[in-house]
């Protein structure tokens, strides 16, 4: 029997909803139908690249019933607005990172979600990455022994014309902060996917290149609930910038990930099939923006839409649910509580 198709509409047309343009039409069972923009020439213009219609608002779009999906592409703190709305409407949200600004705002997506028994699902394609999903599964079966340093690094750059287009990167009121919640939250995603959370933090930051209000330089101590201990490094002023590195070492061996190309894969029980990861056999590489926000590939956003189509036909939460992808939020949260009072902030 031949399954109807999950069909998706998009809330924003920058440039992160051309991923999920791509995933949706690349994706089988699911179908782009409808597209809005507050600008309505950049609106139809995305409409017409990806056959499928534009609407002049959210009000119109949440009123097709054919709607089953809504993706969420507006300025991180736009989020809230649309994916609220949309689940009163009884679509079901696959949002763009960060879920929202803050961890009250997410909060109040996914109490939204349970009310109107809709399915939320948080863009955090960095775990679908057949590397990230090795690395898991060595630390899941306690490869690297007890757990003593896990960090993260995303060391990037983006050039003076970055931060003025749409005018609302690096703003605290729509995204939330800079370099840590904008570009760096995909590697505090994976690392707490990989190693748990954080229950404490400090942190320093600054705006040492750009001129924005939030900062592009940042640096976090952590130490997990296990004892380890760890750091995130953020910034988009590391010219010409290098991929997302993840290190998770503990007293039996060490893996590191560079995007989701496994660079280093040592321990001290060696496996059959160890060889083979470390030639790169098991990796998909999932590219990264670090210089160029245009460069971050649709695979990992196919791969979230796949899921969600499943998790829609199954009447299951996806793989990154909304309490998952309320996590980073959490951390960054922490972080820059601490980098503003300079105090050591616990994460319940």
């Not at 609407?55 to 507006?74: K, N, Y």
């Not at 979600?113 to 775990?127: M, P, T, W, Y």
């Not at 505090?188 to 924005?212: E, N, R, Y």
């Given at each position: ?32 139908l ?15 690249k ?13 009123t ?9 592409t ?22 763009e ?73 690096g ?27 954080p ?9 040492l ?17 296990s004892?380890?201990l ?14 997302k ?34 030639k ?24 979230q ?33 601490s ?9 319940a």
């Amino acid at each position: 029997m031949t399954l109807k198709p999950i069909k998706f509409a998009i809330v924003g047309t920058g440039a992160i909803a051309v991923n999920h343009a791509n995933a949706i039409t690349e994706t089988e069972g699911a179908e782009l139908l409808l597209v809005t923009n507050r600008s309505k020439e950049r609106g139809r213009e995305f409409a017409k690249k990806y056959q499928c219609e534009f609407v002049s608002s959210l009000d119109d779009l949440l009123t097709r019933d054919e709607v089953d999906v809504v993706c969420v592409t507006t300025p991180s703190g736009a989020h809230g607005e649309v994916a609220l709305a949309a689940f009163e409407a009884g679509k079901h949200v696959l949002c763009e990172k960060p879920l929202e600004i803050s961890v009250e705002r997410v909060d109040q997506i996914i109490a939204s979600a349970r009310k109107n028994d809709r399915i939320l699902g948080a863009i955090f394609q960095s775990r679908f990455g057949t590397g990230a999903q090795k690395v898991k599964e060595a630390i899941d079966g306690g490869r690297l022994g007890r757990l003593t340093l896990c960090s993260a690094y995303v060391k990037w750059w983006r050039d003076a014309d970055y931060y003025p287009v749409g005018g609302w990167h690096g703003t605290k009121a729509l995204d939330g902060g800079g370099a840590l919640i904008n570009q760096a939250i995909h590697g505090v995603d994976l690392l707490q996917w990989l190693v748990g959370m954080p229950t404490k933090v400090s942190a320093f930051s600054d705006a040492l290149v750009h001129s924005i209000e939030a900062e592009d330089t940042l640096v976090a101590n952590l130490q997990f609930a296990s004892g380890a201990l760890g750091s995130i490094e953020a910034a988009t002023s590391c010219k010409p910038g290098a991929a997302k590195r993840i290190e998770i070492s503990g007293d039996k061996g060490t893996i590191v990930l560079e995007d989701d190309r496994i660079i280093t894969w040592e321990f001290d029980d060696e496996h059959p099939d160890d060889e083979a990861v470390r030639k790169g056999e098991h990796s998909l590489t999932l590219k990264s923006g670090f210089a160029d926000p245009k460069a971050i590939t649709s695979e990992g956003h196919r791969l979230q839409v796949t899921d969600l189509v499943a998790a829609i036909r199954e009447n299951r939460q996806p793989s990154v649910s909304g309490t998952e992808g309320r996590n980073a939020v959490q951390i960054v949260e922490a972080i820059y509580q601490s980098a503003e009072s300079g105090q050591i902030v616990a994460i319940a």
